[in-house]
């Protein structure tokens, strides 16, 4: 089955977590499981130092796998390729990928400034934009001011082959 897909990119902040938030909540609303992958272009820590696993991790272990009775964390000091990511999702409706620009999923793209726009506009399946500031041009998708995101979360839905509640 080919995993239904969306990516929010855009710039340091441009609101893509808010607004990946959002889809999760409208999607997990519907009864979708949705898997989530974010992509940090900065070195993350996601373990606590002293920690049992950080020390297993300290001492050279690579990845190092963390379970209890309700959830799992496997930690790697590795990057990984989106398409791997994707794959580990397991049984989940959509993916919802914050970030990874330059991959080639359908991408919502949001806007702070018109320089911004130059900068993303060229960015391969661009399906919808969200945007603070007026956008000079012809936009190639539906694209809404941010406070007006309820509409582009609905066209989004309906192009992902969710049904409306």
């Known amino acids: 089955m080919t995993k239904r897909i969306i990516q929010v990119v855009g710039f340091k902040n441009a609101g893509k977590t808010t607004f990946c938030c959002r889809l999760i909540q409208e999607w997990t609303k519907r009864g979708l499981r949705v898997g989530a992958i974010r992509h940090d272009g900065h070195d993350f820590t996601f373990d606590r130092e002293g920690t049992?696993?950080?020390k297993l991790?300290?001492?050279g272990a690579d990845p190092v796998s963390i379970t209890s009775a309700s959830q799992t964390a496997v930690f790697s000091?590795?990057?990984s390729a989106l398409a791997d990511l994707i794959s580990s999702m397991g049984e989940v409706?959509?993916?919802l990928v914050e970030g990874f620009k330059h991959e080639n999923h359908p991408k919502v793209v949001l806007i702070n400034t018109k320089e911004e726009w130059e900068q993303l506009k060229e960015l391969n399946r661009?399906?919808?934009v969200l945007t603070r500031v007026p956008l000079d041009g012809a936009i190639p998708c539906p694209y809404w001011f941010v406070h007006d995101q309820e509409k582009c979360i609905e066209y989004l839905l309906r192009i992902m082959g969710v049904e409306a509640t």
Do not use: E, N
């Open 52 to 54: 049992d696993s950080w």
């Open 57 to 59: 991790s300290q001492a």
């Open 77 to 79: 000091r590795r990057p």
């Open 93 to 95: 409706d959509l993916i």
């Open 126 to 128: 661009i399906i919808a």
